[in-house]
């Protein structure tokens, strides 16, 4: 039997981070580790233009199997950036090896190689002390790790007005070209900056890993607008670029097509046991450390299957999540603009609303996704709901608004006898906020009503932790120490946001690398 | 029902929704891919009988599916205006109900002000059907 250094379980955020921090030592990467399907030759150019001149986008907008239409039967729908054809290798297949049971979770699972952030929006935020308060860690323990990951991945923004939520980045590329109705809107903010910091609400631009210049041999963004529909735009960062460049000089061994199913510790080693996704055998693969970086839920079903705990529920934590439509009437009547994206324009932090906390929204247009996927949302007979979207679609902007959540939390999982993941939980709908924040921006032109937010499930965010917290002193098996070890001893460290202690009201994936390269180091350390 | 009659029946209802919808006939690759989508889904088939009353007397259908999505999003009518939306929108004949591409913002409020009154108008219609036909 070979020992090795390290076993890193999963290639997602937190695998490829660890994997990237330890290159060059003994490491055995397991993962289920799907790829990307080929993209048609004709399915190229800005999405405008395609759908101007395409003859039939059918089978890359719907799909063969007709992928894009199952969140009409569905009572769990899809996320909107996960369904379309080319992005369902995402999550294609986890309902049969690793199967989620829940009426509530709209969230996913992903085994395919970089993880769900194959399909994610590129927010990359470093997480401030404040964020860090439940943390047994601080910023200080992070930054080596955010700058280094911002050297390897390249990150797009300004220092602005968000700094202080944010951090001051001395190394970040130019943000990306703002729509014209989001520029609009920043400057609105500006000349009305007082008003606004008189309610603490502050606009910026967000931080995204989209690179906006050429950057280790990946091209900048060319905004083809396709992000809805295709993955592994090379501007657009995903921790399968770090995978498959570690494998290319030899810094990697990865095994794909195998499942962790558990572990065991004992004095000599971790054994790993995992299955076979083509022949189902399963094999024993053994380290002197285990990195758990198969993503939250999956590292919460590894640990209690290793402990064969059907009867513990585990706490779950999601991002609150709800979305307002915001229309400049001013903007009724122009033309859609060809060269745009479906990325986060600007950011807006709205500040110490009581019993909240920090609330982060972010600005989109509605320029990405299918016109179908909205239409039938808006309290409209069909044939005016269309023309509604046609003709104000150039003056909407999606605010989505991401709230934090802290333990206790609001869902829980528990592992099944059969193996199936049991999440239970609800998202809690505070609309405060959102009454201030329609109220503001009317006031600088934008227009909403409180009858337009929508409040999505639990689970909608995909940001998911805080099954296995990081706490000062473990107090039992399944909390980790600052090292991300579970029960605070032993071998087995959580390296994804199953270990986070709280959750701001950010994406979390930076921060999921960062942590995940500074558990590799201490763990390389204590080898 | 046999397949050669069903699939005509679905290409029957198909034609007439779209026709209601988007004010002409549908393509014969959007007919074939509508049949499909009922072969690969299970529909809601509690408004079958609602579906057929809809299409034998030709009700005004944008009426009623809004009333009837007002009182249940996944309703059977609803159902297949989605997968029809869907299809349609893939196609480049269809991209001009979809995108727009002339700024006009003279005829584009008029325009808004038709459907104001459009949506009034399938409110009080789609009330009156349902209850007249007994499709609740």
């Known amino acids: ?527 | 029902m046999d397949f050669v009659g069903r699939r005509e029946g679905l290409e029957r209802e198909a034609g007439f929704f779209y026709r209601s919808i988007f004010g002409l006939d549908p393509g014969p690759l959007l007919l074939k891919r509508y049949v499909e989508a009922h072969n690969q889904f299970r529909f809601n088939e509690k408004g079958a009988t609602i579906i057929q009353k809809v299409v034998q007397y030709k009700l005004d259908v944008v009426s009623i599916e809004y009333i009837m999505r007002l009182r249940d999003k996944d309703n059977a009518l609803t159902q297949r205006f989605k997968v029809l939306h869907f299809l349609a929108e893939c196609q480049k004949e269809s991209s001009a109900d979809f995108i727009e591409s002339q700024a006009d913002p003279f005829r584009i409020w008029l325009a808004i002000v038709w459907q104001a009154v459009r949506t009034v108008r399938c409110l009080l219609l789609g009330s009156y059907l349902l209850r007249r036909y007994d499709l609740a």
């Open chain 1, 1 to 527: 039997m070979i020992l090795r250094d390290f076993i890193i379980v999963g290639s997602g955020p937190a695998g490829a981070a660890a994997a990237l921090q330890l290159a060059g030592k003994d490491v055995l990467m397991i993962d289920a580790g799907f790829d990307a399907p080929g993209v048609a030759s004709d399915f190229r150019g800005s999405l405008h233009r395609l759908r101007c001149t395409h003859s039939d986008l059918f089978p890359h907008l719907i799909g063969d199997r007709f992928e894009s239409l199952e969140n009409i039967f569905a009572t769990n729908k899809i996320n909107l950036k996960l369904k379309s054809p080319y992005m369902r290798y995402i999550i294609e297949g986890s309902q049969g090896v690793a199967p989620v049971r829940s009426e509530e979770f709209h969230g996913a699972i992903s085994l395919a190689k970089g993880g769900l952030a194959n399909g994610w929006g590129g927010g990359a935020y470093r997480f401030t002390d404040r964020d860090l308060e439940r943390f047994p860690i601080s910023y200080a323990d992070l930054n080596k790790y955010y700058d280094l990951l911002t050297d390897h991945i390249g990150i797009s923004g300004r220092n602005d007005d968000l700094v202080p939520w944010f951090h001051f980045d001395p190394n970040l590329q130019e943000p990306i070209k703002l729509s014209s109705l989001a520029k609009k809107f920043l400057q609105r903010y500006e000349r009305n900056r007082l008003l606004f910091v008189g309610h603490n609400v502050y606009v910026g631009m967000p931080r995204l890993a989209v690179l906006t210049r050429e950057h280790r041999g990946r091209a900048p963004y060319n905004y083809d607008n396709l992000e809805f529909f295709k993955s592994r735009n090379p501007a657009i960062y995903t921790p399968a670029y770090t995978i498959d460049r570690l494998i290319a000089e030899g810094y990697l061994d990865y095994r794909s097509g195998w499942l962790v199913e558990s572990f065991e510790e004992t004095d000599e080693a971790v054994k790993v046991r995992a299955k076979n996704l083509q022949t189902a055998q399963s094999r024993t693969f053994s380290a002197r450390k285990l990195l758990l970086g198969a993503g939250a839920l999956s590292t919460a079903r590894i640990v209690l299957a290793s402990r064969k705990d059907y009867k513990t529920c585990l706490p779950v934590l999601d991002n609150p999540m709800s979305c307002i439509f915001l229309c400049n009437f001013t903007h009724v009547g122009q033309e859609l603009e060809r060269s745009s994206c479906s990325l986060g324009q600007l950011n807006i932090i709205c500040e110490g609303e009581p019993g909240i906390g920090t609330i982060q929204i972010t600005l989109y247009t509605t320029s990405g996704p299918l016109r179908s996927d909205i239409i039938f949302d808006l309290p409209l007979p069909v044939v005016a709901g269309r023309a509604l979207l046609k003709h104000m679609s150039p003056a909407i902007l999606l605010a989505v608004c991401f709230h934090p959540a802290a333990m206790p939390a609001t869902g829980s999982i528990r592992l099944g006898a059969d193996g199936a993941l049991e999440i239970e939980g609800n998202s809690t709908k505070l609309e405060i906020a959102e009454q201030k924040l329609i109220g503001l921006f009317r006031k600088i032109g934008y227009f909403s009503h409180s009858s337009l937010v929508q409040y999505l499930p639990f689970g909608s965010s995909l940001h998911v932790a805080g099954m296995l917290p990081m706490t000062e002193r473990p107090s039992r098996y399944y909390e980790c120490d600052a090292d991300g070890r579970l029960g605070g001893d032993g071998n087995i460290h959580v390296i994804d946001g199953a270990c986070f202690s709280s959750l701001p009201a950010k994406n979390l994936t930076f921060t999921i690398m960062a942590n995940a390269m500074r558990i590799a180091e201490r763990a390389l350390r204590s080898l």
